[in-house]
T-cell receptor, first 116, second 111 residues
Framework: EAAVTQSPRNKVAVTGGKVTLSCNQTNNHNNMYWYRQDTGHGLRLIHYSYGAGSTEKGDIPDGYKASRPSQENFSLILELATPSQTSVYFC?????WGTGDYAEQFFGPGTRLTVL | QQKVQQSPESLIVPEGAMTSLNCTFSDSASQYFAWYRQHSGKAPKALMSIFSNGEKEEGRFTIHLNKASLHFSLHIRDSQPSDSALYLCAESNSAGNKLTFGIGTRVLVRP
């Protein structure tokens, strides 16, 4: 089964500080995703990537940057954290059509971020 | 407005009963529909998926898709307390590389 890990698992940050959330997957999936999950909003896509060196904006990219330095790693960067970015962040990986479990996404355990 | 809408928001069912969850979508070009299950404090995990109109059964779980009515559903037969979780429906874009999730239905199965 696909293995996706995230670090840190919990983070407390100060308003205006920089936060980097990291994600690693070991299944050689081309696509990786960053979501945030909030009560009343469900899972919302922030950024995604089709492979090393690529990043794409999702549905709510404002205030976030992403970096995909390698097939395995995908980071989410909050340059100037704000209290509204307090949330649970999930990373996921998957592949597109014709590559097995196409379209299925495998999620990491999540990072709980609190911005004070 | 949410592109993918789920109902009900929450549900309490007795152990052994049928649980029925609904999802409507707005993009008739969507090709892949899935249900994910998320236990409290855990990651979402894919439960079942369907590509074409009709029904698909896996164990106690059945998924129905009706593209004409923009509706798909999940039915859980003989519901167990371990089925208590947040259930998320999702539709894929035409390339199959991006999912849009609903807000979720919280299910509690009472022993």
């Amino acid at each position: 089964e696909a293995a996706v890990t995230q670090s840190p698992r919990n983070k407390v940050a100060v308003t205006g500080g920089k936060v980097t959330l990291s994600c690693n997957q070991t299944n050689n999936h081309n696509n990786m995703y960053w979501y945030r999950q909030d009560t009343g909003h469900g899972l919302r896509l922030i950024h995604y990537s089709y492979g090393a060196g690529s990043t794409e904006k999702g549905d709510i990219p404002d205030g976030y940057k992403a970096s995909r330095p390698s097939q395995e790693n995908f980071s989410l960067i909050l340059e100037l954290a704000t209290p509204s970015q307090t949330s649970v962040y999930f990373c996921a990986s998957g592949d597109a059509w014709g590559t097995g479990d196409y379209a299925e996404q495998f999620f990491g355990p999540g990072t709980r971020l609190t911005v004070l | 407005q949410q592109k993918v809408q789920q109902s009900p928001e929450s549900l309490i069912v007795p152990e052994g009963a049928m649980t029925s969850l609904n999802c409507t979508f707005s993009d008739s070009a969507s090709q892949y529909f899935a249900w994910y299950r998320q236990h409290s404090g855990k990651a979402p995990k894919a439960l079942m998926s369907i590509f074409s109109n009709g029904e698909k059964e896996e164990g106690r779980f059945t998924i129905h898709l009706n593209k004409a009515s923009l509706h798909f559903s999940l039915h859980i037969r003989d519901s167990q307390p371990s089925d208590s979780a947040l259930y998320l429906c999702a539709e894929s874009n035409s390339a199959g590389n991006k999912l849009t999730f609903g807000i979720g239905t919280r299910v509690l199965v009472r022993p």
